[in-house]
């Protein structure tokens, strides 16, 4: 069985500031990993995802996650947040991009100026 | 590439009441899913098709819901005799399948329903 944690389920950072937005994910195989991106009333946009190649992934909008297997995690993270970086945030695990994916319950971030 | 659309965007109906919700995929994605997502959580996975073919069906997708994809283009998701408890975003996807590697899922806006 896979599954997600996504420590913390606000975030707020200042406009400029470093985000850090954490997800821990349970795999009994190697794992495809996503980041998914909700703004209110809206359906999910991918960011950026993971699929056993290089594990710096570089997303959309200046996102960017780190696959680490010792640790189990793939937190994502934006040198500068924007205001328009203000959100819900999801991570997700699955066997492949092509079965269903298994989420955390989301991070909301919160920009302020 | 027009993306996934879904119809209607918002229901409201009463309680004991026949629902139906229509997706439709990107073209030429071979594989569709339905998605549950309720206020605060993240969406959980109920159903999905590889063409015309229903291959998993979670625990979640009680006898009252029922999903088709006739000749795999259009997936319709009905929820019968409705209760307040299942009052949450629908949320469709579709990927290119196989063919497409690793692939990835795109989710279309969602249809918010609202059982009184």
């Known amino acids: 069985a896979q599954s997600v944690t996504q420590l913390g389920s606000h975030v707020s950072v200042s406009e400029g500031a470093l985000v850090l937005l954490r997800c821990n994910y349970s795999?009994?195989?190697?794992?495809?990993l996503f980041w998914y991106v909700q703004y209110p009333n809206q359906g999910l946009q991918l960011l950026l995802k993971?699929?056993?190649?290089?594990?710096l992934v570089k997303g959309i909008n200046g996102f960017e996650a780190e696959f680490k297997k010792s640790e189990t995690s793939f937190h994502l993270t934006k040198p500068s947040a924007h205001m328009s970086d203000a959100a819900e945030y999801f991570c997700?695990?699955?066997?492949?991009?092509?079965?269903?994916?298994?989420f955390g319950k989301g991070t909301r971030l919160s920009v302020i100026a | 590439d027009t993306g996934v659309s879904q119809n209607p965007r918002h229901k409201i109906t009463k309680r004991g009441q026949n629902v139906t919700f229509r997706c439709d995929p990107i073209?030429?994605?071979?594989?569709l899913y339905w998605y549950r997502q309720t206020l605060g959580q993240g969406p959980e996975f109920l159903t999905y098709?590889?063409?015309?073919?229903?291959?998993?069906k979670s625990r979640l997708l009680s006898d009252r819901f029922s999903a088709e994809r006739p000749k795999g283009s259009f997936s319709t998701l009905e929820i019968q005799r409705t209760e307040q408890g299942d009052s949450a975003m629908y949320l469709c996807?579709?990927?290119?399948?196989?063919?497409?590697?690793?692939?990835?899922?795109?989710f279309g806006p969602g249809t918010r329903l609202t059982v009184l």
């Open positions: 073209s030429e994605h071979n594989r």
């Open positions: 993971y699929t056993s190649a290089a594990t």
């Open positions: 997700a695990v699955s066997y492949s991009g092509n079965t269903p994916l298994v």
């Open positions: 098709f590889q063409n015309e073919a229903q291959l998993e």
């Open positions: 996807a579709s990927s290119p399948g196989l063919a497409g590697g690793p692939g990835t899922q795109y």
């Open positions: 795999s009994s195989v190697p794992p495809y």
